[in-house]
């Protein structure tokens, strides 16, 4: 017999271009893990964050790791008021794409690991990311915020959260 569906879609936005925060609120815990995927951005937007049950405290940790075919580099950062999901400077306009998976999110007894893979465009170089996250909390993940701190989300920008079915 054939498996079903592993990616449920939960919700999808669409940015008018008048808003610098999305929220994904009332996330059940029916699933065993999240993905969060952001896609066509293309506005001027520095470090898009996201906080998790609106906790905006210094309980969040992460791991760069960045390559854009001729160097590689990375970064650590601990005690961070929210997630990095996303860092986009160019002029250019180019699309930028990020998914994000919150594993175990409903779990109530351990942190949460959070994994991010995106391209980006940083002052005309093309690069990957890859980031380690961790949210310091025990809490079940029931809500999803994301900031792009310095500018609207341009029109056409989408986010669509899937809920990953148990095996």
């Not at 996201?50 to 970064?75: E, F």
């Not at 949460?112 to 890859?130: D, H, I, M």
Request: no cysteine; net charge neutral.
């Amino acid at each position: 017999m054939a498996a079903g569906p592993t990616y449920s879609p939960i919700a999808t936005t669409t940015a008018t271009g008048s808003s610098t925060n999305v929220t994904f609120n009332s996330i059940s815990g029916s699933y065993t893990d999240l993905v969060l995927v952001i896609a066509n951005v293309t506005a001027q937007i520095d470090n898009v964050g996201i906080t998790l049950n609106s906790d905006t405290g210094s309980n969040y940790s992460r791991v760069i790791l960045q390559g854009n075919g001729s160097t590689a580099s990375s970064n650590k950062n601990s005690n961070q008021t929210y997630l990095y999901t996303m860092y986009k400077d160019t002029a250019g306009g180019d699309p930028v794409m990020s998914t994000t998976q919150f594993l175990n999110y409903s779990n109530s007894t351990t942190y949460k690991s959070v994994f991010t893979r995106q391209e980006t465009n940083s002052s005309g170089t093309k690069a990957v990311q890859a980031i380690a996250s961790v949210w310091r909390s025990t809490s079940a993940i029931t809500s999803i915020s994301i900031n792009s701190g310095n500018a609207n989300f341009n029109s056409g920008a989408t986010f669509t959260l899937y809920g990953i079915a148990a095996a």
